[in-house]
């Protein structure tokens, strides 16, 4: 059974930085393309990053370098760096995965988790 469980969200400051972790199991993510989403409140769910299962990475124009994504396929796990936090950001950040290649339409990623809230305020 496909599960993913994100955590790290929090309370931080505008500028500050959090460490998101998608971690998977019953099954390896190195095949699949994982990909980190939010949505924040009154707003359709956005694509934030993904990974490919060779390490590529793409990103969002809202990111602007301020965001990076990695992954340990020892520990079954991806990461989101979130660095320079502002309001804007505040939102509930999902992890989810597909097949293949990397995604920027959020509604054609599957098997989500339940989401880790990060909520930058000052």
């Known amino acids: 059974q496909v599960h993913l469980v994100e955590s790290g969200g929090g309370l931080v400051q505008p500028g500050g930085s959090l460490r998101l972790s998608c971690q998977a199991s019953g099954f390896s993510l190195a095949p699949y393309a994982i990909g980190w989403l939010r949505q924040a409140p009154g707003k359709e769910r956005a694509f934030v990053a993904g990974i490919s299962y060779i390490g590529q990475t793409l990103y969002g124009d809202f990111v602007k370098g301020r965001f990076t994504t990695n992954k340990d396929n020892a520990k079954n796990t991806v990461y989101l760096q979130l660095n320079n936090l502002n309001s804007e950001d505040t939102a509930v950040y999902y992890c989810?995965?597909?097949?293949?290649?990397?995604?920027?339409?959020?509604?054609?990623?599957?098997?989500w988790g339940q989401g880790t809230q990060v909520t930058v305020s000052s």
């Open positions: 989810a995965l597909r097949g293949g290649v990397i995604y920027f339409d959020a509604t054609l990623w599957e098997h």
